[in-house]
């Protein structure tokens, strides 16, 4: 590995692009936070106003995704779920990546007892099993995208802390950090503007996973009630709720179900896509 | 090429029809019953059940001293009579020949020892209480329990419906002890089932079904589609009201209706500033659309409440004031106890309040209409759907404003005191609104000692106007009791507590049209 110039930035979005896959998720992802940006804009109801005389009415000209059991506009919802998942997906990788690049780069770059510190604390946590932890920090804390947020990193930042220490780990001993240092380069400015750079690219992959892995993790949680508060529009929740209705309105769970498909699925394409482009191996 | 495609064809057609030939036969078709219930029981011991399921269970494998019928009165089980020599001492004469699964008959010492092991408190038994007006129980003969009570106790009788047990039964866990009733357990497997096979020495009616095997399946798409399949033949309440239809396309599936007695229930903390005031909790319950909710949420198989009593239940007043839906009355009145709206139909509400409920989807979709419907009127709510432990013990602690769960089986208006009661605070009593009124503690005192049915019936009236005037809950309808059966079941009376009793009264009668892709040969 190199130093790596604009140009080989201009070459990753080209290899990036040229998977099709890739090109295929991006276009999902931008039209979703587009949906998330407008959605008070583009919907056409209001998401929680009900109509419970046509609860679980099926697609119609006023209604083009159909009616949930107390009549509120499937699409509005969806819609407005977007922002939810949206913000949980890019919340926690936010979240998780901050704590993560702090305490990897600590480890990683400065050793010793630090390092010990940090990594023996990620063996402890890692040592949970992440979804019922959150579960359990969500049913203690109560129901609420913020509460989902703090379950969902506390755990989170672990993986990130241990990928960027290995990665920090290995750059650190190259030649062009040598020289850095021979330089005379004070060790902060080393990390910053040689280290981490050259250390990026499997960061960036791990994160676009992780924002897939986010909104599934939010989705579980407010299927189980653990979520957002009612009647905020999660798309696990409606899940759940449209769950009890499959065998005679089965579009109730079903919409927001390919939702939560096709998002977490644009997510893992680009993430594959970079992860070609970036020429990362796991 | 084309034979070996043709040798294949035949093949497989002759595999397919094989296995079409073996089907396996369902368990009705073979005599046994299959029950799902909508859940575990915690406990199948008489002594120790609490839930709804355990309490079902026994009705079915123990024989109780006596039973209640539809209308709540107490009839024979295993005692053939009894009397009340005075308002303090009450005999029961057994009846002769009633035995235990086990074999050994059933005797007065039982009796004694059932109801002596409840009351001791090293057992822990959470009935203790009930049994509390007991001051010593006399066994002169061996068809004999004679019941000496502290003070007059009006629901004894009612609570004598309690499954005896052996004398000498420790508390064994999971596994079950005998009882005389109708069944016995032949296998127990906690959560998943328990299986049931006929009592020979049953002192009553012999059972028809030899067999009966009772499933507990929570999820109610699995009960849906286990009863459409055939693998599951009756179901009392756990079917979903959107689904009836869907289920009754199925040929050999039938239903019947029936009134209910379980009321649920709209309860306010009288402690919190705002509700406290009852001219706001009038305004709630006035928010609120229950015709709407019972024809939607419910598709018509409910009633709205007028009190926690059950309409056909003897001591239900009559001419109860019925609050009607009228948000236009419900926010002058919210404008009288000073709770203007500041912005008038804008987003900005007149206050917030935060109501409780479980994870349960259906409380959560009845939550999130009462949310709308109370919005409409100019109050904020925010739902907290809790774990169903926190909820319950936010609940008991007081620590709510609104909440809502559903009365199940009541069988004595002295709930009144149980509930109401300003000394009934929780953990001893279910007072949860911390509601104080000295004219209702007098009123349920009274109720409790009076032996007379027609003059505790006009004590309950007055508590019932009592409360219907200061509404510390706000009785918000009552469900009808719907069996999904299959259509070979007769015999079985629904009653409106979901009394399982009558499943010894079930027989499978001739046979039905044949299932779908069973065609004759």
Same mark, same amino acid.
């Given at each position: 590995?190199?130093?790596?110039?604009?140009?080989?930035?201009?070459?990753?979005?080209?290899?990036?692009?040229?998977?099709?896959?890739?090109?295929?998720?991006?276009?999902?992802?931008?039209?979703?936070?587009?949906?998330?940006?407008?959605?008070?804009?583009?919907?056409?109801?209001?998401?929680?106003?009900?109509?419970?005389?046509?609860?679980?009415?099926?697609?119609?000209?006023? +209604?083009?995704?159909?009616?949930?059991? %107390?009549?509120?506009?499937? %699409?509005?919802?969806?819609?407005?779920?977007?922002?939810?998942?949206?913000?949980?997906?890019?919340?926690?990788?936010?979240?998780?990546?901050?704590?993560?690049?702090?305490?990897?780069?600590?480890?990683? $770059?400065?050793?010793?007892?630090?390092? +010990? %510190?940090?990594?023996?604390?990620?063996?402890?946590?890692?040592?949970?099993?992440?979804?019922?932890?959150?579960?359990?920090?969500?049913?203690?804390?109560?129901?609420?995208?913020?509460?989902?947020?703090?379950?969902?990193?506390? %755990?989170?930042?672990?993986?990130?802390?241990?990928?960027?220490?290995?990665?920090?780990?290995?750059?650190?001993?190259?030649? $062009?950090?040598?020289?850095? !240092?021979?330089?005379?380069?004070?060790?902060?400015?080393?990390?910053?503007?040689?280290?981490?750079?050259?250390?990026?690219?499997?960061?960036?992959?791990?994160?676009?996973?992780?924002?897939?892995?986010?909104?599934?993790?939010?989705?579980?949680?407010?299927?189980?009630?653990?979520?957002?508060?009612?009647?905020?529009?999660?798309?696990?929740?409606?899940?759940?709720?449209?769950? +009890?209705?499959?065998?005679?309105?089965? +579009?109730?769970?079903?919409?927001?179900?390919?939702?939560?498909?096709?998002?977490?699925?644009? $997510?893992?394409?680009?993430?594959?896509?970079? !992860?070609?482009?970036?020429?990362?191996?796991? | 090429?084309? @034979? =070996?495609?043709?040798?294949?064809?035949?093949?497989?057609?002759?595999?397919?029809?094989?296995?079409?030939?073996?089907?396996?036969?369902?368990?009705?078709?073979?005599?046994? #019953?299959?029950?799902?219930?909508?859940?575990?029981?915690?406990?199948?011991?008489?002594?120790?059940?609490?839930?709804?399921?355990?309490?079902?269970?026994?009705?079915?494998?123990?024989?109780? #001293?006596?039973?209640?019928?539809?209308?709540?009165?107490?009839?024979?089980?295993?005692?053939?009579?009894?009397?009340?020599?005075?308002?303090?001492?009450?005999?029961?004469?057994?009846?002769?020949?009633?035995?235990?699964?086990?074999?050994?008959?059933?005797?007065?010492?039982?009796?004694?020892?059932?109801?002596?092991?409840?009351?001791?408190?090293?057992?822990?038994?959470? &009935?203790?209480?009930?049994?509390? =007006?007991?001051?010593?129980?006399?066994?002169?003969?061996?068809?004999?329990?004679?019941?000496?009570?502290?003070?007059?106790?009006?629901?004894?009788?009612?609570?004598?419906?309690?499954?005896?047990?052996?004398?000498?039964?420790?508390?064994?866990?999971?596994?079950?002890?005998?009882?005389?009733?109708?069944?016995?357990?032949?296998?127990?497997?906690? @959560?998943?089932?328990?299986?049931?096979?006929?009592?020979?020495?049953? &002192?009553?009616?012999?059972?028809?079904?030899? *067999?009966?095997?009772?499933?507990?399946?929570?999820?109610?798409?699995?009960?849906?589609?286990?009863?459409?399949?055939?693998?599951?033949?009756?179901?009392?309440?756990?079917?979903?009201?959107?689904?009836?239809?869907?289920?009754?396309?199925?040929?050999?599936?039938?239903?019947?209706?029936?009134?209910?007695?379980?009321?649920?229930?709209?309860?306010?903390?009288?402690?919190?500033?705002?509700?406290?005031?009852?001219?706001?909790?009038?305004?709630?319950?006035?928010?609120?659309?229950?015709?709407?909710?019972?024809?939607?949420?419910?598709?018509? &198989?409910?009633?709205?409440?007028?009190?926690?009593?059950?309409?056909?239940?003897?001591?239900?007043?009559?001419?109860?004031?019925?609050?009607?839906?009228?948000?236009?009355?419900?926010?002058?009145?919210?404008?009288?106890?000073?709770?203007?709206?500041?912005?008038?139909?804008?987003?900005?509400?007149?206050?917030?309040?935060?109501? *409780?409920?479980?994870?349960?989807?259906?409380?959560?979709?009845?939550?999130?209409?009462?949310?709308?419907?109370?919005?409409?009127?100019?109050?904020?709510?925010?739902?907290?759907?809790?774990?169903?432990?926190?909820?319950?013990?936010?609940?008991?602690?007081?620590?709510?404003?609104?909440?809502?769960?559903?009365?199940?089986?009541?069988?004595?208006?002295?709930?009144?005191?149980?509930?109401?009661?300003?000394?009934?605070?929780?953990?001893?009593? =279910?007072?949860?609104?911390?509601?104080?009124?000295?004219?209702?503690?007098?009123?349920?005192?009274?109720?409790?000692?009076?032996?007379?049915?027609?003059?505790?019936?006009?004590?309950?009236?007055?508590?019932? &106007?009592?409360?219907?005037?200061?509404?510390?809950?706000?009785?918000?309808?009552?469900?009808?009791?719907?069996?999904?059966?299959?259509?070979?079941?007769?015999?079985?009376?629904?009653?409106?507590?979901?009394?399982?009793?009558?499943?010894?009264?079930?027989?499978?009668?001739?046979?039905?049209?044949?299932?779908?892709?069973?065609?004759?040969?």
């Amino acid at each position: 590995m190199s130093e790596r110039g604009p140009a080989s930035r201009g070459r990753i979005a080209a290899r990036f692009l040229r998977h099709r896959g890739a090109a295929a998720g991006l276009a999902v992802v931008a039209a979703l936070l587009l949906v998330a940006l407008l959605a008070p804009l583009l919907s056409p109801f209001d998401p929680n106003a009900q109509d419970l005389d046509s609860g679980l009415s099926g697609a119609s000209a006023s +209604h083009w995704l159909g009616q949930d059991k %107390l009549g509120r506009d499937l %699409l509005s919802r969806l819609l407005h779920g977007s922002r939810i998942s949206v913000s949980v997906g890019l919340g926690t990788v936010a979240v998780s990546l901050s704590i993560g690049l702090l305490a990897g780069c600590a480890s990683g $770059f400065y050793g010793g007892r630090t390092d +010990h %510190l940090f990594m023996r604390l990620c063996d402890v946590l890692m040592a949970f099993p992440g979804i019922l932890l959150a579960i359990a920090i969500t049913a203690v804390l109560g129901p609420s995208l913020r509460n989902v947020l703090i379950a969902l990193s506390l %755990l989170g930042w672990v993986g990130y802390a241990r990928l960027i220490r290995a990665q920090v780990m290995k750059v650190k001993e190259m030649e $062009f950090v040598e020289s850095a !240092r021979a330089s005379g380069s004070p060790p902060a400015r080393i990390l910053v503007s040689h280290v981490l750079p050259n250390a990026l690219s499997p960061i960036i992959v791990e994160s676009t996973f992780g924002i897939a892995r986010a909104i599934v993790a939010e989705a579980g949680l407010s299927f189980l009630g653990l979520g957002v508060a009612p009647p905020a529009p999660s798309w696990g929740a409606m899940i759940n709720e449209g769950r +009890h209705f499959l065998f005679v309105a089965p +579009h109730v769970a079903a919409v927001p179900g390919l939702a939560i498909m096709a998002t977490v699925m644009a $997510f893992n394409l680009i993430g594959d896509g970079l !992860r070609d482009a970036m020429d990362v191996r796991d | 090429m084309r @034979d =070996a495609a043709r040798i294949f064809l035949a093949a497989s057609l002759l595999a397919a029809s094989a296995v079409a030939g073996c089907a396996p036969k369902l368990p009705i078709e073979e005599g046994t #019953l299959v029950i799902a219930l909508p859940g575990a029981p915690t406990s199948i011991d008489p002594r120790l059940a609490t839930d709804a399921y355990g309490e079902q269970i026994l009705q079915i494998t123990h024989a109780f #001293l006596v039973k209640r019928d539809t209308a709540g009165n107490p009839v024979p089980d295993l005692a053939e009579s009894w009397e009340e020599r005075s308002p303090t001492e009450i005999v029961f004469r057994l009846r002769k020949g009633a035995r235990f699964h086990d074999g050994r008959e059933v005797t007065s010492a039982d009796v004694r020892y059932t109801f002596e092991w409840i009351l001791d408190p090293k057992n822990r038994s959470p &009935h203790r209480m009930t049994y509390d =007006a007991i001051s010593r129980i006399e066994t002169p003969d061996p068809r004999t329990v004679v019941f000496q009570l502290k003070e007059p106790f009006a629901p004894f009788l009612v609570g004598m419906s309690r499954g005896i047990v052996p004398a000498g039964s420790g508390a064994r866990g999971y596994s079950p002890v005998p009882g005389a009733g109708p069944y016995k357990v032949d296998d127990f497997r906690p @959560d998943e089932a328990i299986s049931l096979s006929r009592h020979d020495g049953y &002192h009553g009616r012999t059972p028809a079904i030899a *067999k009966v095997l009772v499933k507990f399946l929570p999820d109610s798409n699995v009960r849906f589609l286990e009863l459409k399949k055939g693998s599951v033949n009756f179901v009392l309440n756990g079917v979903d009201p959107d689904l009836l239809p869907a289920a009754l396309k199925n040929p050999n599936l039938a239903m019947e209706e029936a009134p209910g007695s379980n009321v649920s229930y709209l309860g306010f903390n009288l402690r919190d500033p705002i509700l406290s005031d009852v001219r706001v909790r009038r305004a709630v319950a006035m928010a609120i659309d229950r015709e709407t909710i019972v024809r939607t949420i419910w598709k018509g &198989h409910a009633d709205p409440a007028d009190s926690i009593l059950a309409p056909g239940f003897w001591a239900h007043a009559e001419g109860l004031p019925r609050i009607r839906h009228d948000p236009a009355e419900a926010k002058r009145l919210l404008d009288r106890a000073g709770y203007r709206d500041p912005d008038g139909d804008g987003p900005k509400p007149r206050f917030t309040l935060t109501f *409780k409920t479980s994870q349960n989807e259906l409380r959560r979709r009845i939550a999130a209409v009462l949310q709308e419907q109370l919005r409409q009127a100019g109050i904020a709510v925010e739902v907290q759907s809790l774990e169903w432990g926190t909820f319950f013990s936010d609940i008991k602690k007081g620590n709510f404003q609104l909440y809502s769960l559903t009365w199940v089986g009541i069988a004595d208006p002295d709930i009144y005191h149980y509930a109401f009661h300003s000394a009934q605070v929780p953990p001893d009593g =279910a007072n949860r609104g911390r509601y104080a009124n000295p004219e209702l503690d007098r009123l349920v005192l009274a109720g409790r000692r009076e032996p007379s049915r027609a003059k505790r019936k006009e004590i309950y009236r007055k508590v019932q &106007h009592l409360l219907s005037r200061d509404l510390p809950v706000f009785p918000l309808w009552i469900n009808r009791n719907l069996l999904l059966r299959d259509r070979r079941l007769a015999g079985f009376a629904i009653t409106p507590d979901e009394d399982y009793t009558s499943v010894k009264d079930l027989r499978i009668e001739g046979r039905t049209a044949a299932p779908a892709g069973k065609g004759t040969p």
